[in-house]
């Protein structure tokens, strides 16, 4: 055992070594090698050795270098090394974070975590938490907490008696609403099409002045960053009108509400930290390990009424927090704990400055390409720059180009009747050289071939 993972040291060591002077994207021939890795299971065992070098061999040449500094796709963050490393001895551990009896560790790394992220986001100490696996399920846990709550006020109770022939809820969403909103709308039986659409303007915030009349039975889901824009709906002036209707407010906000680190755009979300329930995302900007999400909701009770799991004999539940109450799964990896190392390690300070830098970068990307040329499509307030190289079509090819070039890796997308090209700039791993050498491929390959 000693050997395999002083092995797996080394191997992952050249992997973390070599990841800045590859190609971002693994190559049409490195995709077609993993083929290797099928065919008739074996019949004999074989030496881990060997699983571990065939993987290494075959595997890491087909992976996406999003570890590196020069990957702008979707919103995806990179790994922190504290995180990595706590992810390296806490996969040894193989711990279930489900109940406290059965990791003390991963349940106290979740209490601190839990304490650290709620003061960090200036969100209401003694909220629920619930550490989930993106923020999709975060998305859909603080739904069903207002679910629950919603229908607990007119007297029904949705988890023992379902939603046939319950009071309806009014669901009110922005036009920029993220797609894992209505995802988890459609999960949790509210639907996706049934919901009450506010208008949206140019940078994809929902308009205040146009929200119909709220009530206390009516949900609300506004948005901290948009994936496009990283814009924030204004969540004070709705957050405001949402109380005095009694409605409940759930926040998505996977990436953008890390931005309440730094004074600089913690301006952005006043008004935020009034909502009912938020949905986070660790595995974008805050560098954990890829699955890694938070659910956090003011009053706890909301939270564990829609998902802890009712009694079984041999189950134990103590007087502390009991991890499995305040997600949808039970048996669970124990991703607290790198969390925690995360946080551990950088800091309040240092978690500021990865935001701080980020966001500076973007800013950085934006000017280039504006100074080239090139039209920013958005007001770049957080991570996200979103770029036009001329005629859909045009700007289409030159992200074909610069995917294919492979310095960089950015994904499309249509903004507001524009086809853009979208940069997140959410991993600790980018340096300003990452951003120059970027913007220097797109730039040469925008001017290449130009039709
Ligand atoms: C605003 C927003 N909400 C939700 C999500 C979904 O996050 P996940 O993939 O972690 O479920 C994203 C992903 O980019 C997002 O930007």
Redesign the pocket.
């Known amino acids: 055992m000693k050997e395999l993972l002083a092995e797996t040291a080394e191997r992952a060591a050249c992997y973390v070594a070599a990841i800045g002077n590859r190609k971002v994207v693994p190559g049409v021939e490195d995709v077609a090698r993993l083929e290797s890795l099928g065919g008739a299971l074996p019949e004999d065992s074989c030496d881990p050795a060997e699983i571990l070098a065939l993987l290494d061999e075959v595997g890491s040449p087909a992976t996406v270098a999003t570890t590196g500094g020069r990957y702008f796709g979707?919103?995806i963050g990179g790994v922190l090394p504290a995180a990595l490393a706590a992810n390296w001895l806490a996969g040894t551990w193989d711990q279930n974070a489900c109940m406290r009896v059965m990791s003390p560790v991963a349940a106290k790394a979740e209490d601190i975590v839990r304490e650290w992220t709620l003061g960090l986001l200036g969100l209401p100490a003694s909220s629920a938490v619930g550490f989930v696996?993106?923020?999709?399920?975060?998305?859909f846990s603080g739904l069903a907490a207002a679910r629950s709550a919603l229908l607990q006020r007119c007297g029904w109770n949705v988890e023992e008696d379902g939603l046939f022939g319950a009071p309806p809820i009014r669901v009110v969403v922005g036009q920029e609403v993220?797609?894992?909103?209505l995802k988890a709308l459609s999960m949790v039986g509210l639907g996706r099409s049934r919901v009450t659409t506010v208008p949206a303007d140019s940078q994809g915030r929902m308009r205040a002045d146009a929200l119909p009349p709220l009530d206390e039975h009516t949900l609300v889901c506004i948005?901290a960053?948009?994936?496009n824009t990283g814009a924030f709906d204004p969540a004070k002036e709705i957050c405001a009108r949402a109380r005095d209707a009694g409605a409940w407010v759930h926040v998505?906000?996977?990436?953008?509400l890390w931005g309440a680190l730094s004074p600089l755009y913690a301006p952005l979300l006043e008004g935020v930290n009034l909502a009912d329930s938020w949905?986070i995302?660790c595995?974008?900007w805050m560098n954990v390990p890829q699955d890694s999400?938070l659910v956090v909701v003011r009053e706890p009770e909301h939270l564990r009424r829609a998902l802890s799991a009712g009694n079984a004999a041999y189950l134990t539940q103590s007087a502390e927090r009991e991890p499995w109450q305040y997600t949808p799964d039970s048996s669970r990896r124990a991703r607290g704990i790198e969390l925690w190392a995360a946080m551990r390690s950088l800091g309040r300070s240092g978690l500021r400055k990865m935001i701080e830098r980020n966001c500076r970068q973007a800013r950085l990307f934006a000017d280039r390409l504006r100074a080239a040329g090139f039209a920013i499509l958005n007001d770049v307030v957080l991570n996200q720059v979103l770029v036009s190289f001329g005629s859909p079509e045009e700007t289409r090819r030159v992200i074909a180009a610069i995917q294919a070039d492979g310095t960089c890796w950015c994904g499309g997308t249509q903004w507001q009747g524009h086809t853009a090209m979208r940069i997140s700039v959410s991993s600790w791993a980018t340096t300003d050289d990452d951003v120059e050498r970027s913007v220097a491929a797109m730039i040469r390959i925008a001017k290449s071939d130009k039709k």
Do not use: E, P
């Not at 696996?133 to 998305?139: F, G, H, S, V």
């Not at 993220?178 to 909103?181: A, C, E, I, Q």
């Open positions: 979707f919103v696996t993106c923020t999709t399920m975060a998305n993220h797609v894992s909103v948005q960053g948009n994936v998505d906000g996977a990436f953008g949905a995302d595995h974008k999400g």
